[in-house]
């Protein structure tokens, strides 16, 4: 990724002197652009450089997010259009077009929701003393919940 973005201003503002191009993770590649064409361009080298090495894009696997674009010209690999998607899950997050954190939060508490029902033998359970209970609470039940919560933005309706 390194040589595709080098000595180019392509990518999303970080700080005044930085831009980020894209997040890294594992296998994953996520792509940061402003405008389309800077898009198509990144990922045209992407695929460039990345053929030169023997990989390959799987363009079924993947997508295109944009938000506020006035673009409606689709992104290509080898001629081929990227689906376009409205909203997708990203490292156990969900971002969508509305740039909220509603749906990743709903998401969240239904996962604890069926953690803590899962549990239910140890909530009822007389073999077990509140203090065990509670850590149990605090082990399994919370970190599911509260997975990404850094990075939600706090409403009136998220506080809710």
Not at 41 to 64: P, Q, W
Not at 131 to 136: L, M, N, P
Request: charged letters at 25%; proline letters at 1%.
């Amino acid at each position: 990724m390194k040589t595709s973005t080098d000595q180019k201003r392509n990518g999303i503002q970080w700080t005044l002197w930085k831009q980020m191009d894209d997040l890294d993770f594992a296998d994953d590649l996520a792509l940061l652009s402003h405008t389309q064409q800077q898009m198509q361009e990144k990922t045209s080298i992407v695929a460039d450089n990345s053929a030169s090495l023997g990989l390959h894009i799987n363009r079924g696997k993947s997508k295109v997010f944009k938000t506020n674009a006035s673009s409606n010209t689709p992104i290509t690999v080898e001629g081929d259009a990227l689906e376009e998607v409205d909203s997708f899950t990203y490292l156990g997050s969900i971002l969508d077009k509305q740039g909220g954190t509603d749906a990743d939060v709903k998401t969240r508490i239904g996962k604890a929701r069926a953690a803590f029902h899962q549990l239910k033998n140890i909530w009822g359970s007389r073999q077990f003393n509140i203090t065990t209970k509670i850590s149990v609470f605090n082990t399994i039940v919370k970190p599911i919940l509260l997975y990404g919560a850094e990075n939600w933005r706090t409403t009136a309706t998220t506080m809710k």
